[in-house]
């Protein structure tokens, strides 16, 4: 079955990138669109952005100017930068898989996020 | 973008109650909405999608319904496995958007 890690420093300086990256094992890749979820500590989640195998991404307007998503498909890899980050940026990152299902009952399809890394907490602090 | 508007925030029941938690989008989002399960420590687990699909292996006291706007999930009869916090989250457009979440705790 496909597992989702994320990787990457646990502490992140005030103004510096946050750098991470999620490997997909036990399955392809390709033709999924891959997600950036995050959820600082006692809160909500927020979707960070997404990218597709051929590069193609999209992200949360509030937070491109500092974004980039990209991808290795070599690797079965997807990474996340965020830079000049802040107190603010403090949360528990999770990688996502988003799969098109379609509702048996009504036909109707949605675009949820059907598996999810464990989760790896960035706290940004000098 | 769109909002998405849960309630109640908090919610406190039983073992064996019957509990419905409400979703809200601020425009139509057809049938684009997907419900979460998290517990604390842990990723959240899709347990509804595309309003109403129950995922397989989800156990079936649980269901969603509605459509456009205002949708549903609904347990059944809670299990003591049940207690813990639930989130709707709409896939029709990006940026995708989740509820604040809807604490389920035990009476």
């Known amino acids: 079955q496909v597992q989702l890690q994320e990787s990457g420093p646990g502490l992140v300086k005030p103004s510096e990138t946050l750098s991470l990256t999620c490997t997909v094992s036990?399955?392809?890749?390709?033709?999924?669109?891959w997600s950036w979820i995050r959820q600082p500590p006692g809160k909500g989640l927020e979707w960070i952005g997404y990218?597709?195998?051929?590069?193609?991404?999209d992200y949360n307007p509030s937070l491109k100017s500092r974004l980039t998503i990209s991808v290795d498909t070599s690797k079965n890899q997807f990474s996340l930068e965020l830079s000049s980050v802040t107190a603010a940026d403090t949360a528990v990152y999770y990688c996502?898989?988003?799969?098109?299902?379609?509702?048996?009952?009504?036909?109707?399809?949605?675009?949820?996020?059907?598996?999810w890394g464990q989760g790896t907490l960035v706290t940004v602090s000098s | 973008d769109i909002q998405m508007t849960q309630s109640p925030s908090s919610l406190s029941a039983s073992v064996g109650d019957r509990v419905t938690i409400t979703c809200q989008a601020s425009?139509?989002?057809?049938?684009?909405l997907n419900w979460y399960q998290q517990k604390p420590g842990k990723a959240p687990k899709l347990l509804i999608y595309?309003?109403?699909g129950l995922l397989s292996g989800v156990p079936s006291r649980f269901s969603g319904s509605g459509s456009g706007t205002h949708f549903t999930l609904t347990i059944s009869s809670l299990q003591p496995e049940d207690f813990a916090t639930y989130y709707c989250?709409?896939?029709?457009?990006?940026?995708?958007?989740f509820g604040q979440g809807t604490r389920l705790e035990i009476k």
């Open positions: 996502a898989r988003e799969r098109i299902l379609y509702s048996d009952s009504s036909g109707s399809q949605a675009h949820p996020f059907d598996i």
């Open positions: 036990g399955g392809s890749i390709s033709n999924y669109y």
């Open positions: 990218i597709y195998n051929s590069g193609s991404t």
């Open positions: 425009q139509s989002i057809s049938s684009f």
């Open positions: 595309a309003a109403s």
């Open positions: 989250q709409q896939s029709f457009s990006t940026p995708r958007a």
